[in-house]
């Protein structure tokens, strides 16, 4: 559903810092009502992190990712089914956990996907 989108975003860097500035322009997610901001991208590192804002009374169908999603509520509110979220609420998904998502006045989120560590042996 939501795919990594490329372009302007940084990447974890080999050493030190990097700094995104302005953070670009609001892109499609491919779903119809939700944008994102890209921050950074890094297939290598297993990291994504995206602002995530969507639009009064925009809706997903049922989906789950690939990978630990994080959500952090900054603005409004959203419901994925089994409750809804608000400013401050900190949710996270484990790999494969069905969800949608629904918001019927729109809200502004930082959404972390990150790879799951291999078992330990």
């Known amino acids: 559903m939501f795919e990594a989108l490329g372009g302007d975003v940084l990447t974890v860097p080999v050493s030190g ?5 302005g953070a670009g322009e609001w892109r499609p997610s491919g779903t119809p009502g939700f944008w994102v ?3 950074l991208e890094d297939a290598e590192a297993g990291l994504r992190t995206w602002l995530m804002k969507s ?3 925009a809706t997903s169908a049922l989906h789950s990712h ?6 952090y509520v900054l603005e409004g509110s959203f419901a ?7 400013p401050g609420n900190y949710i996270v998904r484990a790999v494969g956990a069905p969800h949608l998502s629904t918001c019927q006045h729109g ?5 972390v996907y990150c790879r799951q560590a291999e078992p330990k042996t």
Not at 80 to 86: A, I, L, R
């Open 17 to 21: 810092s990097a700094v995104l500035r």
């Open 37 to 39: 901001k890209p921050l």
């Open 55 to 57: 639009d009064p009374g």
């Open 66 to 71: 690939d990978e630990i999603e994080q959500i």
């Open 80 to 86: 994925d089914g089994e409750t809804t979220y608000g």
């Open 107 to 111: 809200s502004l989120s930082l959404v």
